[in-house]
């Protein structure tokens, strides 16, 4: 079974409106960390945004936010007032505590290609 | 000053060869990571090194050998490559951030692209 799964293999949104991208997990260990990755279109991969399974409160970086749902075991993230800059590959990825403890790896979902229309 | 730096950044080559690629990260990290992202830009973990020490290990050919000289540096070698070994290569590292979740984010370097004729 996917540990991480992302839904959407692409998604249109307009210039200065807000996009959610899906991204559920699996997991039965309590302890573990939800990571947003940006990869735009000349390869490198940049940080956007943690959030730990014990935080009370959903993360959030600049226009960047984590609609975290426990229950529902999702972890959407949000853009708001998106920009042409925006366009690039989404991934969404989880640490498990308990497998490969802090250190441990990050396993990445397929990923969700963001498009921002002018 | 960039905080991870992979070398070469483009590798082409022919069947059959050997080839490495190596990572520095300036960051004062403990733990070095690669990853593999292939055509269809799925990222996989391939190797985790701590202090110099293997701690991840995946289901990777044996052609495949990670090298760590010391906790700044993590080498890929990679022998006999094959079609199936074309693909971006990400080095990796981060730091301890403590904490109950794992708070480590990983800083990637720039990606190695690697193909094989």
């Known amino acids: 079974a996917q540990k991480i799964t992302q839904t959407q293999p692409g998604m249109f949104v307009q210039e200065k409106e807000a996009v959610t991208l899906d991204c559920t997990y699996d997991t039965s260990d309590p302890s573990y960390g939800l990571f947003w990755y940006k990869q735009p279109s000349s390869g490198e991969m940049i940080f956007l945004i943690y959030?730990?399974?014990?935080?009370?409160q959903n993360a959030t970086e600049g226009r960047y936010s984590l609609n975290f749902q426990k229950a529902r075991k999702s972890a959407n993230l949000v853009i708001s007032a998106s920009q042409l800059g925006d366009s690039a590959m989404y991934f969404c990825?989880?640490?498990?505590?308990?497998?490969?403890?802090?250190?441990?790896?990050?396993?990445f979902g397929k990923g969700t290609k963001l498009s921002v229309k002018p | 000053d960039t905080a991870v730096s992979q070398t070469p950044k483009y590798l082409v080559t022919q069947m059959g060869n050997d080839k490495s690629i190596k990572c520095e990260q300036n960051?004062?990290?403990?733990?070095m990571y690669w990853y593999k992202q292939d055509s269809k830009k799925f990222l996989k973990i391939m190797f985790s090194?701590?202090?110099?020490?293997?701690?991840i290990n995946e289901t990777v050919p044996n052609r495949f050998s990670p090298k760590s000289p010391d906790k700044a540096h993590l080498n890929l070698h990679i022998n006999s490559l094959e079609l199936g070994d074309s693909a971006v290569y990400f080095c990796?590292?981060?730091?301890?951030?403590?904490?109950?979740?794992?708070?480590?984010?990983?800083?990637f370097g720039a990606g190695s692209r690697l193909t094989v004729l």
């Open positions: 990825a989880m640490r498990e505590l308990n497998y490969g403890g802090s250190q441990g790896n990050l396993i």
């Open positions: 090194y701590n202090n110099k020490e293997l701690i």
């Open positions: 959030q730990g399974s014990y935080d009370q």
């Open positions: 960051l004062g990290h403990d733990t």
């Open positions: 990796a590292s981060s730091y301890p951030a403590g904490g109950l979740s794992g708070a480590n984010v990983l800083t």
